[in-house]
């Protein structure tokens, strides 16, 4: 049991120093047979991994869902994820990877898992602006040489899970409190997933907040350096221009955690509130951004949870 919490804490404190590890797996060859892929998800959303157990396949279900397995008790669903990324599994569906994403639960069917590695954010880069996918959020360079070309996957299980099941999300402002913030400023956002922003722009529209939008740590942190250079040559407070930062934790490059830990360290940041919105879940994650100074922490994606977190924090 020590040698199990020992390996829990330093799995917490690689957060510390923008580091992380990731479990990597295979899903099979390219449909012409050929390839066998390295696909990678965060092993702080990994609940566990089981020997495929029996699945129970419910009437009307369509791929990529499997059917339901009963793991302790719970009903969980499988997902095909060989299926939704286009792979084809040669010796079959063996391993499933249980999930927590966003206050959910979901089993996950994969070929095989290869091994958990050790990585700095600054190592992985968005795959946006290259060739990976409508499921790639972002791409793992595996090794410390720049020049290796071991690389693997990051999957966007938020996108897969909206696209697999979708749940209907309310972004209405009827029984919401309203949220002014000084005239002149905005809300700072950064979040990696595509649907992630999406539901967060969704959102601070329906609340009537003007927010600026950026796809990683690193490109939010570059756009408050940039504000704060501007407001310090015209000698107004930082605040007057930004009013909060709202930021995801796994995201590319820099992550949310030293994201926060940066602002938090700056004399001329520090005053700007920070909230967490993250589907990794656990007392664990919260405690730790907690420490690291963040004005509040809610998950994804419930609109009354992220008013409730603006408010306050901005109240502070």
């Not at 390839?35 to 991994?49: C, Q």
Request: proline share 4%; net charge negative; aromatic share 6%.
């Amino acid at each position: 049991m020590d040698a199990f919490q020992k390996e829990i804490d330093e799995r917490t404190n690689l957060t510390s120093s923008n580091k992380f590890e990731l479990l990597l797996f295979r899903l099979g060859t390219d449909p012409y047979g050929v390839r066998s892929e390295l696909f990678g998800i965060n092993v702080f959303k990994i609940r566990e991994i089981v020997p495929m157990p029996e699945i129970t396949k419910a009437a009307g279900t369509r791929s990529p869902l499997l059917g339901m397995v009963n793991i302790r008790g719970q009903i969980i669903s499988v997902i095909d994820l060989p299926a939704v990324v286009g792979c084809v599994p040669k010796s079959g569906l063996n391993i499933l990877l249980v999930t927590e994403y966003a206050r959910s639960t979901q089993a996950f069917a994969v070929e095989s898992v290869d091994e958990i590695v050790r990585l700095e954010w600054s190592q992985v880069l968005s795959a946006e602006s290259k060739a990976g996918g409508n499921f790639v959020t972002s791409i793992a360079r595996l090794d410390d040489d720049i020049s290796s070309g071991r690389l693997a996957q990051v999957l966007d299980v938020e996108q897969i899970l909206h696209e697999i099941m979708p749940t209907e999300r309310d972004m209405e402002m009827a029984g919401l409190e309203h949220i002014k913030l000084k005239p002149g400023s905005v809300i700072l956002a950064a979040d990696d997933s595509k649907v992630a922003r999406s539901l967060v722009e969704s959102g601070l529209k329906a609340l009537g907040l003007p927010f600026v939008m950026c796809k990683t740590g690193k490109e939010a942190w570059e756009k408050l350096q940039e504000i704060y250079k501007e407001t310090k040559s015209q000698g107004v407070p930082i605040t007057d221009r930004v009013a909060m930062v709202l930021t995801d934790l796994e995201m590319p490059e820099m992550d949310g955690f030293t994201l926060t830990r940066n602002i938090k360290r700056d004399d001329g940041l520090k005053a700007i509130p920070v909230v967490i919105h993250s589907s990794l879940s656990g007392s664990a994650n919260e405690d730790h951004v907690k420490n690291i100074g963040a004005d509040g922490y809610v998950a994804k994606f419930v609109i009354e949870d992220l008013t409730a977190a603006l408010i306050k924090a901005l109240a502070k």
